[in-house]
């Protein structure tokens, strides 16, 4: 004969035990896949992240490229202007670098420094304020602080004859 428990329907205790555990089951399911997708989602947003940052470090430096060898250009179309044409006067130095540099936002200077040897500098120095620097000499600072004397000693020295622009004040000073 059948045992009587086994026959016996089965009781609410038991279901609940059943039901709280597969509940069980089902929530640790449900909390580990939206772990997993939240940890998916923050690498992709990570990954997001760094390649907008490797963009924008990609056109920033491409920006930096193209200003320097605009820059470069400018540069050495003027040292080969002054090249061919030792004689420039002030003038045509500046209406050159004005229309050369114009729009090139990085270059705020250029300066023209020949290389005078010692025995030249006076015949220099007059050719200079013969062309309009009536003031010109050419000088360096003074050791000490407080001023700018002439220059003396060597063999050879390299003053700015022609600044752009005009204002600048380094004209004359032996660098």
Do not use: C
């Not at 013969?130 to 700018?148: D, E």
């Amino acid at each position: 004969m059948p045992d009587p428990e086994i026959l016996k329907p089965p009781t609410a205790s038991r279901h609940t035990w059943r039901d709280s555990l597969f509940l069980l089951g089902v929530l640790i399911l449900g909390s580990t896949l939206t772990l997993i997708a939240g940890s998916s989602l923050q690498q992709t947003e990570a990954l997001l992240r760094q390649e907008s940052l490797t963009v924008i470090r990609r056109q920033v430096v491409d920006a930096f490229e193209e200003e320097m060898i605009r820059t470069i250009e400018a540069i050495r179309s003027a040292g080969l202007m002054l090249e061919s044409n030792p004689q420039i006067t002030r003038e045509q130095f500046n209406g050159y670098m004005q229309k050369l540099l114009d729009g090139q936002l990085s270059v705020t200077l250029i300066e023209w420094q020949p290389i005078v040897p010692a025995s030249q500098l006076q015949a220099f120095e007059a050719a200079a304020r013969a062309s309009g620097f009536a003031q010109y000499r050419v000088v360096q600072p003074v050791i000490n602080g407080g001023g700018w004397e002439p220059v003396s000693g060597r063999q050879e020295y390299v003053p700015v004859l022609y600044a752009w622009p005009e204002s600048y004040r380094t004209v004359g000073l032996d660098m």
